[in-house]
C-alpha cells in the first residue's frame, strides 16, 4: 500500500477508530449499477475502544464502502483513516480486524464442514507445507465453543441454519484474535427468535473480549438491541448518537422523507422506515455521482 | 474378437498406452480443478479459452504473412497459447467484482471474450491472405487444420505429448497445493478474502490462468469437448456424493481415471471414436450419482439460485 503522511493524533488512549473528513466516490464506476454510485462525503467519526456501534442506513448509503475502507480493501480519495492507531492495511495485516461478511452470498453447497470454515483464514498465515498448529485446533475448539457453535462443528455448511452460520461466520472472523469485530448486514434473513440469540451473543463476546464492535445494518432493531452508539449514513453523516437520540428529524434527513410516524415505536415500526426509504435514498444518492 | 489384445500386441500398445496416459494426464489435472470450477461456476471458462485459440491462430497466420515462417511453424503453437491465457486473464479481469457493486458475471465475460476472439482471428487470417495476395505469394500459405485444434484425436498422440501432458500435470498439482488454503477461502468466500488480505482478483487470475494452461494444452490432444467435460463432469459428480472436502476431491480424481480407462477401453473394443466415449462414460457416471443422490434422499446438493 501507498505510504502517505497521516496526521498523528495525540492522546492518552487510542481509539479504535478514527475517521477524519474521509470522503470516497467510484471515479471509475461502472454507471449500470446503481448501487456503485455511493458516495461518502466528509465522513469524521471517532469510535473510543470498547464500543459498540451501528451504523445505520439505506440500502446504497455506503454501509460496507465505509466497512471497506476501514478493512484498506479500498482507500479514501482524502481524509484519513486510523485502526488502534495504525493504517487500516496495516490493523489487518496484524490481525487487529475481524470481519464477518454478509451471509447471504455464501454457497451452501460448498463442501466444507462448520469447523473448516473458522479454521479457514487463520490456515491462510499457515505456511502451505506445515500443519496448522495444534495451539491453533486448541483456540478453534474453544472459539466454536464460545459462539455456541461446538455442537454442529463437524456438520457440512449445507445443513446449518442462518443462525448457526451465522455464529460460525462470528467464530471465523474472532480466529485472529481481533480487537475490533465488523459486522456487515448480520441480521438479514435471520428469523426474530435467531436475531434475539445473535444480540445476545454480541454483547456476550463484547463483554468476555472487550471487543469494539461496528455493525453496519439498515435493520434499526437489530442496532437499537445491541450497539452504545449509533451513526446514521447516507452519503454523508446524519446524526451520531444513542440509540434513543433517533428522533423523527434524524430520520427525516437520513431518508429525506418524513417518517415521523415511524417513530411512534422504533422497535415495532422500524420495518416501515426499510420499506419507504429505498426511492427516496437512490434520488439522493444519484445526483451526486453525476461527475 | 480383439479383447484386451491391444494391451500385449507391441503395436497396437504402441497406439494405446500413450493415449491413455495423456488422457490421464489431463483427466486428474482437470478434476483437481472441477470442484472449484463447478462451485465457483466457471463451467464455461473452457468453451471461452478454447475458442480464443482461433483468435491465436489468426495472429500466428498474420504474423507469419509478414514474412516471419516461424509463427506458422514452430511458433504457431505457443502463440496460440499465450492468446488463450491472456483471454483467460481478460475474462477474470472483466468478471472481478471491483471494489463496490460493477463486473459482468462470468457468462457473460466469457460470451464477449469468445465471440471477440473468434471473430478477430477470422479477420486476422483473412488480413494475412490479402497480405499475401498483395507479395504474390498466397500459394505459400500453409493450410491450417481447424478441425485437428478443436477436435485433437486422443488415440494419435505420441511419447512426446506425454512428457508435456505430464509436465503441465505436474505444475498445475503444485500450483493448487501450494494456494489450497487462500484458493479455499477465496472460493468460499471473496469478501471474506479480501478483509484478510487473500486478493480475491488474484485469486481468479490464477485460478483462470491454470484453467486456461490446461485447457490449451488439452484441446490439442483431447479436442474442446472431452477437456469440458473434465472441468465440469468429475466435481459435479462428486459433489452430488459427498458433502466433504477431502472426499470431493478423492472421487473428482477417481471419477476422471475410470473414465479415461473405461472409455478407452469401451472405444477399442467396439471401434467407437475415443473422445465420446470419455465423455459418455462421464455422463453414464453423473447419471448413476444423480439416480445415488436420489435414492438417498438427498437434495441435490449443486442448486441454482
Not at chain 1, 465488523?182 to 451473543?201: C, K, M, R, S
Not at chain 2, 479383447?3 to 491413455?20: C, E, I, M, R
Request: hydrophobic share 50%; proline share 4%.
Amino acid at each position: 500500500m501507498s505510504q502517505r503522511p497521516h496526521e498523528h493524533i495525540e492522546s492518552a488512549t487510542p481509539s479504535a477508530i478514527e475517521l477524519s473528513h474521509v470522503s470516497f466516490n467510484y471515479r471509475n464506476a461502472p454507471s449500470r449499477n446503481s448501487s456503485s454510485a455511493v458516495v461518502l462525503d466528509d465522513i469524521s467519526l471517532t469510535v473510543p475502544a470498547g464500543e459498540r456501534l451501528g451504523v445505520f442506513g439505506p440500502n446504497g448509503a455506503g454501509k460496507s464502502t465505509l466497512l471497506k475502507l476501514m478493512l484498506g480493501i479500498i482507500e479514501p480519495c482524502s481524509g484519513h483513516i486510523r485502526i488502534f492507531d495504525q493504517s487500516p492495511t496495516h490493523a489487518r495485516k496484524l490481525g487487529t480486524v475481524g470481519f464477518v461478511p454478509q451471509r447471504l452470498n455464501i454457497v451452501s453447497a460448498f463442501p466444507v464442514t462448520a469447523r473448516q470454515i473458522v479454521e479457514m483464514t487463520v490456515a491462510c498465515t499457515t505456511k502451505p507445507l506445515k500443519r496448522l498448529p495444534a495451539q491453533t485446533q486448541l483456540y478453534i475448539d474453544e472459539l466454536m465453543e464460545l459462539v455456541g457453535a461446538g455442537e454442529f462443528a463437524a456438520q457440512p455448511v449445507g445443513t446449518l441454519s442462518g443462525g448457526q452460520l451465522q455464529r460460525v461466520l462470528i467464530a471465523r472472523a474472532l480466529s485472529n484474535k481481533p480487537n475490533l469485530l465488523l459486522l456487515d448486514e448480520p441480521t438479514v434473513g435471520i428469523d426474530l427468535a435467531g436475531q434475539q440469540q445473535f444480540a445476545q451473543l454480541l454483547n456476550e463476546l463484547h463483554r468476555k473480549l472487550k471487543l469494539t464492535i461496528v455493525m453496519v445494518s439498515h435493520d434499526l432493531r437489530a442496532i437499537a438491541a445491541g450497539c452504545d452508539r449509533v451513526a446514521c449514513l447516507a452519503g454523508s453523516l446524519h446524526a451520531h448518537t444513542s440509540p434513543d437520540g433517533i428522533t423523527p428529524a434524524v430520520l427525516a434527513e437520513v431518508f429525506s422523507h418524513d417518517v415521523a410516524s415511524v417513530l411512534g415505536d422504533i422497535h415495532v415500526h422500524a420495518h416501515k422506515a426499510e420499506e419507504c426509504h429505498d426511492e427516496t435514498c437512490q434520488q439522493e444518492a444519484e445526483p451526486e455521482n453525476g461527475s | 474378437m480383439k479383447t484386451l489384445q491391444y494391451l500385449s500386441d507391441p503395436l497396437l500398445a504402441g497406439l494405446f498406452w500413450p493415449g491413455v496416459l495423456v488422457g490421464l494426464a489431463i483427466a486428474i489435472t482437470c478434476a483437481a480443478l472441477s470442484w472449484l470450477i463447478v462451485l465457483r461456476r466457471l463451467a464455461f471458462i473452457g468453451q471461452g479459452v478454447s475458442h480464443a485459440a482461433f483468435g491465436g491462430l489468426g495472429l500466428a497466420s498474420l504474423i507469419a504473412s509478414f514474412g516471419l515462417d516461424f509463427a506458422n511453424s514452430t511458433g504457431r503453437f505457443p502463440i496460440v497459447l499465450i492468446f488463450c491465457v491472456l483471454a483467460g486473464a481478460l475474462i477474470s479481469r472483466m468478471s472481478t467484482k471491483r471494489a463496490v457493486g460493477g463486473g459482468w458475471a462470468v457468462d457473460t465475460a466469457i460470451g464477449i471474450v469468445l465471440v471477440a476472439s473468434m471473430a478477430g482471428g477470422a479477420v486476422m487470417l483473412h488480413l494475412s491472405h490479402v497480405v499475401l495476395d498483395a507479395q504474390g505469394t498466397s500459394q505459400s500459405l500453409p493450410q491450417i487444420q481447424w478441425e485437428a485444434i478443436l477436435f485433437g484425436s486422443i488415440t494419435s498422440v505420441g511419447w512426446g505429448d506425454v512428457a508435456v501432458a505430464a509436465g503441465v500435470m505436474v505444475l498445475i498439482l503444485i500450483a493448487l497445493f501450494w494456494l489450497r488454503r487462500p484458493m479455499l477461502l477465496w472460493a468460499f468466500d471473496p469478501d471474506a478474502a479480501d478483509a484478510v488480505g487473500v486478493s480475491s482478483k488474484r485469486m481468479s487470475l490464477t485460478l483462470i490462468v491454470l484453467i486456461s494452461l490446461i485447457v490449451v494444452m488439452a484441446m490439442k490432444l483431447a479436442g474442446v469437448v472431452l477437456v469440458t467435460a473434465f472441468l465440469v463432469l468429475p466435481g459435479s459428480i462428486a459433489l452430488q456424493l459427498t458433502q466433504s472436502l477431502n472426499t470431493t476431491r478423492i472421487i473428482s480424481m477417481l471419477v476422471a481415471i475410470g473414465a479415461v480407462l473405461g472409455g478407452l477401453i469401451v472405444s477399442f473394443e467396439l471401434d467407437w471414436p475415443s473422445g465420446a466415449s470419455i465423455v459418455l462414460m462421464l455422463i453414464t457416471m453423473h447419471l448413476l450419482a444423480s439416480v445415488w443422490g436420489w435414492v438417498r434422499q438427498r437434495r441435490p446438493l449443486v442448486r441454482t439460485s
